[in-house]
């Protein structure tokens, strides 16, 4: 009897490990994101920006994060630019659950929220069963400014590096081998016009848990928080 039960423990471990791993249940969304709610939000108590439209990763084999130069990087993203994605205010956006071909895979924009203050790219990907390493992720958000805001900075951390599009311009770049660090990049007075403001960022890792955070100071560091963020 004993060895009839093992004998069964073990087809039946043989049988799960022959599951296809695509055909595996993509663990849930939780704790670290939840769907976008329809309208807007506002930063955070810290003024972190939560909510994102994610793509699935792109494919990128790197296997190490020592040669995420500005060269190297500036030249991945240029290639890896999704069809369609523009950085300027007046650019048309990708849509929540709209799918684009990219080089041969099938990638979907996700509108989603970020629980905790730094945005999870490896749970993200992990959730939707994508690769989680040697990857490229592109996320984008809309920012509403209640005015002029001439005295805005642009804090970014990531991991691994990452470039940061406001309104079509370059904002802040973080490049090699790094932690997400809470305000590791502060941009020069970039600033927030009145209205909508297009934020666009890249994020390339090759191993490594990749996330990043980002929000809008003032001159003296202090978090903006009268904004109205939106995924759409």
Not at 88 to 96: C, K, M, Y
Request: net charge positive; hydrophobic share 45%; with cysteine.
């Amino acid at each position: 009897m004993h060895k009839a039960r093992v004998l069964g423990a073990a087809f039946a471990l043989l049988a799960a490990s022959a599951v296809p791993v695509a055909a595996r249940a993509a663990p849930p969304l939780a704790p670290h994101f939840t769907p976008a709610t329809a309208g807007s939000v506002a930063p955070d108590a810290d003024g972190f920006i939560r909510r994102w439209l994610l793509l699935e990763p792109i494919a990128k084999p790197n296997r190490t994060n020592q040669l995420f130069t500005s060269t190297y990087v500036r030249a991945a993203f240029a290639a890896d630019r999704p069809a369609g994605l523009g950085t300027g205010s007046g650019q048309a956006l990708p849509r929540d659950g709209q799918t684009i071909a990219h080089k041969g895979a099938s990638l979907t924009w996700h509108a989603l929220d970020a629980t905790p203050w730094d945005v999870k790219l490896f749970g993200f990907a992990q959730a939707y069963g994508k690769p989680t390493y040697g990857v490229i992720f592109w996320a984008v958000t809309v920012i509403d400014a209640p005015r002029d805001i001439p005295d805005a900075h642009l804090a970014a951390g990531s991991n691994s590096a990452s470039v940061w599009w406001l309104n079509g311009a370059e904002t802040a770049a973080l490049f090699g081998d790094r932690r997400m660090v809470m305000d590791d990049v502060v941009s020069p007075a970039v600033g927030l016009k009145k209205g909508r403001n297009v934020l666009v960022g890249a994020v390339i890792n090759g191993p490594g848990l990749s996330d990043f955070c980002v929000r809008f100071v003032d001159g003296k560091g202090q978090p903006i928080r009268d904004l109205a963020v939106r995924a759409q």
